[in-house]
């Protein structure tokens, strides 16, 4: 059964000892199982659900008519039940599927096209009561009153790996369009605002960064802090083939802009500690890809595991926000490892590295996307299995 993800074992982990665990995966094959993306708890309150999809292939980007279903998992005794479908998804990001903070035991919140639009669904999974809401959820409030939306047709054309096919993209056709960026979505009446555009991002990098005038830029991964004051946003774009961007921060009313991250540090993955505090990963001077904390704006950076964080990582705290979990790729025998760490006591632990052979990367590639359960005792993860195919995996008692 699920261990107690080594957090329970304190005593252990602060005396340095390496925590034994295996990892199982709690789907199978044929079909393949995965939940997407990182930092979002895939259990129900109770934790005796977890929330993903289904998907028939793992070897290409989704086009508009191929779905996945959306399933439950019984994590006790590993039974699944297909309770919806879906249209918008990849296999990076899944749906972005959440248990909505409002009613966190019954009802989950996911992408869907409705009449060739996306749509955020909210599902009840006892009674089948569905809602659409009328643009698609990129991220969701901790006190589940708003959603952040993305234009994922945009994000299609320029960064296909996290878009969703076969919807029109509807903004304006400039590399910097004044009318797409970050909307704010009210969950109760449905209510959008921009609160952010692409252009207001552009304007407060181009004289420092005159290599944007005539790049095509886009926003990508929008988080709301802890206390849901403020969220942060990717403003990105590909500069010689690398994605190159700059981490910007607002109030919720799109006041207050920041800029959390410079352009050109090549920040890749995050997590809010607080209401304050982020954590993010990337470049340092000598190129180095770091695991950094700092406080919103004042770009104060402080390396976290300098002699264990060698790489780039999806990084995200425990619910406590005592621990951190990340990931590392190792190209020389196409693994992934799963990373946890301490900031405390400065001491990181190996929880095991998996096979993922030809979806080390690459658009369709697998990466482990570890996820803290509510309570912090557990972890999971998306990985290849033995048979080749893409399942959600625990860590097990060793």
Not at 358 to 379: E, N
């Amino acid at each position: 059964m699920p261990i107690n993800s080594m957090i329970s074992r304190r005593t252990l982990l602060l005396a340095a000892a390496a925590p034994t665990a295996s990892i199982e995966a709690i789907t199978k094959g044929p079909r393949h199982h995965f939940f997407g993306y990182y930092g979002i708890p895939p259990w129900n309150k109770s934790q005796k659900l977890i929330v993903c999809l289904e998907s028939e292939f793992q070897d290409h980007l989704p086009d508009s008519n191929e779905s996945a279903q959306v399933v439950l998992i019984e994590p006790a005794t590993r039974k699944l039940t297909r309770i919806a479908s879906t249209r918008a998804w990849n296999l990076q990001q899944g749906a972005m599927l959440h248990w909505n903070p409002l009613s966190p035991e019954n009802e989950i919140l996911f992408n869907d096209q409705l009449d060739g639009n996306l749509v955020t669904v909210v599902l009840n999974v006892q009674n089948g009561k569905r809602r659409t809401l009328p643009m698609p959820l990129a991220g969701v409030s901790n006190n589940g009153r708003h959603a952040l939306c993305l234009n994922y047709a945009r994000l299609a054309r320029l960064r296909p790996v996290v878009g969703i096919r076969g919807i029109k993209d509807t903004s304006s056709p400039v590399d910097h369009p004044e009318d797409d960026g970050a909307f704010l979505m009210d969950f109760e009446t449905g209510k959008t605002k921009k609160v952010l555009s692409v252009a207001e991002t552009y304007r407060r990098l181009k004289d420092r960064y005159p290599e944007l005038n005539d790049k095509p830029m886009f926003f990508n991964h929008t988080v709301f802090s802890k206390d849901d004051k403020r969220f942060f946003v990717l403003s990105r774009c590909f500069k010689n083939n690398r994605l190159e961007s700059a981490m910007f921060s607002a109030n919720l009313d799109g006041s207050d802009i920041r800029e959390a991250v410079p352009y050109g540090r090549g920040i890749s993955h995050f997590d809010w500690k607080n209401g304050r505090e982020i954590i993010a990963t990337f470049r340092d001077d000598q190129s180095k890809m770091r695991h950094y904390l700092f406080e919103d704006g004042k770009q104060n950076f402080q390396v976290l595991g300098a002699d264990f964080f060698g790489v780039d990582g999806h990084c995200s705290y425990s619910p406590d926000t005592e621990w951190i979990v990340s990931d590392a790729n190792h190209a020389e025998d196409q693994t992934k490892e799963l990373l946890l760490f301490h900031p405390a006591s400065n001491r990181g632990y190996s929880l095991g590295r998996q096979k993922v052979g030809s979806y080390l990367s690459g658009d369709t590639r697998c990466d482990l996307h570890p996820r803290f359960s509510r309570d912090g005792k557990q972890i999971c993860f998306d990985s290849i299995s033995a048979d080749g195919t893409r399942q959600q995996h625990f860590l097990i008692e060793g």
